[in-house]
């Protein structure tokens, strides 16, 4: 089975802009969550979307978002950048959502200048 | 999850056994074990999980004491490929990836 992709992988962007990234899980998980992971603070929960329904949130403020599709691609929006935006974000796909049932995309590194 | 306390860092040179030890003093009845791996610049890997005794698999073994506060984390004769970030994880079997948080881990570095 293929696994989780994530694209792009690198991304620059300015404060201020939006930014869109894409991640498709593997075949037949439906649900897919979204994490970023800075030095300071780790890995951090975003959401998870399950069945195209976003099943749980964490604690970012509201210019985070994100999306499922019938295929189970998820996206996940950031609009209005800041600095402290600069992180790895991971999406992971998951049969049951389980926290140690969690495959892991690449990750897409973002950098806000 | 449960809060767990592992070393920030281990240095080992290549072909020795590594031994990472976690944690874990509130562990509840019904919790797991799970240790996961992360390359630079990649997504984390689910290595091994236990709940009790010994697990072993084709990349690890986890050995877990009879009072279960606390587990280790075996690699057999590391190569520079096991240089990676191992992050030790504790939590009952329905808990949503929403609890998932890495703190630090445990940073290996293997030396020729």
């Known amino acids: 089975k293929a696994g989780v992709t994530q694209t792009p992988r690198y991304l620059i962007k300015t404060r201020g802009q939006q930014v869109t990234l894409s991640c498709s899980p593997i075949s037949g998980h439906r649900s897919v969550s979204w994490y970023q992971q800075t030095p300071g603070q780790g890995l951090q929960f975003l959401f998870e979307?399950?069945?195209?329904?976003?099943?749980n949130k964490g604690n970012f403020p509201g210019r985070f978002s994100g999306r499922q599709f019938s295929n189970s691609r998820s996206e996940m929006n950031v609009s209005t950048l800041e600095l402290g935006d600069s992180a790895l974000y991971l999406c992971?796909?998951?049969?049951?959502?389980?926290?140690?049932?969690?495959?892991f995309g690449p990750g897409t590194r973002l950098t806000v200048t | 999850l449960a809060k767990t306390t592992q070393p920030i860092s281990m240095d080992s040179y290549e072909g020795q056994e590594v031994n990472i030890t976690c944690s874990h003093n509130?562990?509840?009845?019904?919790?797991?074990i799970t240790w996961y791996q992360q390359f630079p610049s990649q997504g984390p890997r689910f290595i091994i999980q236990?709940?009790?005794t010994k697990v072993t698999n084709e990349v690890a073994s986890l050995f877990i004491p009879a009072d279960r506060k606390s587990s280790t984390l075996s690699l057999p004769r590391v190569s520079l490929s096991d240089t990676a970030v191992y992050y030790c994880?504790?939590?009952?079997?329905?808990?949503?990836?929403?609890?998932?948080?890495f703190g630090k881990g445990t940073k290996l570095s293997v030396i020729p």
């Open positions: 994880l504790v939590g009952p079997p329905g808990a949503g990836s929403y609890q998932l948080t």
């Open positions: 509130n562990i509840a009845t019904n919790d797991y």
């Open positions: 992971a796909s998951s049969p049951t959502g389980d926290f140690y049932e969690q495959y």
């Open positions: 236990g709940y009790k």
């Open positions: 979307y399950f069945s195209e329904t976003q099943r």
